[in-house]
DNA sequence: CTTGACCTTACCATGATTGGAAGGATTACA
DNA sequence: TGTAATCCTTCCAATCATGGTAAGGTCAAG
């Protein structure tokens, strides 16, 4: 198989596929006289694998444990839990942030008429120079949950 | 003030007050014979709006409209409001992907043992080529939510 | 043998932010 | 006054995963 069908298969772009084996997530495949690479039916399962990791927000560095720990007949199950667990409690972290994020905006939005006069409650909280704290301050590297800069 | 008083006034890094002066977020300000910017207790003022802005997840572009209407006395509470919400809703979008995520994750992970064993449903689950649809595919950019790369 | 669909590599851009290097300015202190 | 420490300046690079584009080679069908 040559690349675009493996990314139609496995539904990860043909781009993605040459990234993940540029950085090593997945090991160089073989290639036709002419540069070709070529695939087989196990690498369309790997990345099955490597997309349904992604899908669950799993960042590139845990999937490549993953993916190691899956082809790791003598792996401990609490390996896979831990990292499971951990990225639960990453997400959850930052479902917290944003859920602040959200309450605060939404009250403030609340309070505001919306309509032609400039009165607005949410720009005096935004200017208030008071130290009324203002939630969910991200603390932390996240970037990568969504899907990279949709545009 | 230099950049540096203004930094820790405001809380606004001064590599950051520098960048929002490269894009525009921030008008370019005067400067001292040998080249320091100089900034006033009104700078100080934008940055702390800008900085509360960012806390509470609005992009750098949201941020320039809000500026400016905080700026303009004859601004509608209106255009406020719907940009407030506008943010309001990709929030709870992003808040439902990642808690379909942690959910998912969740319940895999407490039908895994965490033993010294290799079964293990969640690798299962990520290995499964049955199309059993997993949550959370994220569809749309939402990178800067956290504060950049931490590292 | 041409056309079109595919493949290759190599850059560039995204978004907000941090990091560092190389060098000039200012300040504090002996 | 000298000098060291601390500031400031600009420029460049990296992050993370992904998409885009360009310039060129390859392959299959007509």
Redesign the pocket.
Known sequence: M????V?AASGV????I??YES?GLIPKTA???????VYSDHDVHTLRFIRRS?DLGF???QIADLVSLWQDRDRASKDVKAIALDHVGVLERKIRELQEMASTLKHLAAHCHGDARPHCPIIEELANDGAAPLPGKPDA?F??LG?????
Chains 1, 2 share one sequence.
């Open positions: 040559n690349i675009g069908q990314a772009s043909a781009k993605m040459r990234y950085i290639r036709t006289e002419s540069g070709y690479r992604r960042s590139v560095e590297k970037g990568a899907k990279g800069p949709g545009r």
